[in-house]
């Protein structure tokens, strides 16, 4: 019998790119992993208010790496990550309020659409460098993403309920409880207890959490050598061929980066992007 889908959920503000980058992760490797993926619309200021953490671009050095960073996992993910123009006017004064009381509403109204709204946004102020704070620029996501004009206006106005504010600020609360300082924070579900992780880069630590092998920490394609636990397990006869799969990429299982396709398109890895 296959085993029931692992609950994780994703916090996250389209002000950060970071939290695309992770988004972008979890949204291919859901089905993979069978992982039962919830998306959780967060206001970042608010968690480094609570924290009392400050941005890295405050920092000169910390904003000199990220921006490098930003490239370098620009080409390695296949995610079109541009930096804003106006950095600082978009990303430390603009903010995202707005953006994520609208993703809040959306989750409340149409959560099957949350992915593809949330998607656009990031899009918007992260790739083609377009205003995220405006009602116009909202209506605009979200129509592009696949809402009617009257659904986009209903849940813009909903907006400004006392209903939206609290649901987001509870959201932000959740994730400072979990021990989040920044965003994105994956907490994963497991036998009863929760597990907090930071950042886009911990996916070879969720798998392991998962109790997944994946390239990378225990095998190197390149040299085709298995060291560590993984060739330990492989090397069982005792294995079903799915657990061998999931235990050994040269015994066919998915690995931590899948086959590049010839375009960009949501939800899958490309060679090529705007």
């Not at 021990?179 to 597990?195: C, E, Q, S």
Request: proline share 7%.
């Amino acid at each position: 019998m296959a085993s029931l889908p692992r609950k994780l959920e994703l916090f996250y503000d389209v002000l950060s790119p970071y939290s695309w980058l992770g988004f972008e992760i979890l949204c291919r490797y859901r089905n993979i992993w069978n992982i039962n993926l919830h998306l959780r619309p967060t206001y970042i200021a608010g968690i480094m208010r609570s924290s009392g953490n400050r941005p890295p671009a405050l920092i000169p050095q910390k904003g000199k790496y990220m921006f490098m960073d930003l490239q370098y996992l620009r080409e390695f993910y296949q995610v079109p990550i541009q930096a804003p123009k106006d950095f600082f006017s978009v990303i430390l004064e603009k903010g995202s309020l707005t953006a994520m009381r609208f993703l809040t509403a959306v989750n409340m109204e149409n959560p099957e659409i949350l992915e593809r709204v949330s998607r656009e946004l990031w899009m918007r102020v992260w790739s083609r460098d377009e205003d995220i704070t405006k009602p116009q620029s909202i209506l605009a996501a979200a129509e592009k993403a696949g809402l009617s004009e009257k659904q986009a206006k209903s849940l813009l106005e909903k907006c400004s309920s006392d209903q939206v504010k609290n649901i987001l600020k509870e959201t932000t609360d959740a994730a400072f409880n979990y021990g989040a300082f920044g965003l994105p924070i994956v907490v994963v579900h497991l036998d009863n207890k929760a597990h907090m992780l930071f950042g886009s880069d911990r996916m070879e630590l969720l798998a392991h959490l998962l109790g997944l092998c994946v390239e990378g920490a225990w095998f190197c394609p390149s040299r085709g050598t298995v060291a560590g636990p993984s060739a330990q397990l492989c090397e069982k006869q005792t294995l079903s061929p799915l657990e061998k799969k999931r235990c050994c990429p040269t015994l066919g299982a998915s690995p931590l980066i899948p086959t590049a396709s010839p375009s960009w398109n949501p939800g899958c890895w490309g060679s090529a992007f705007p």
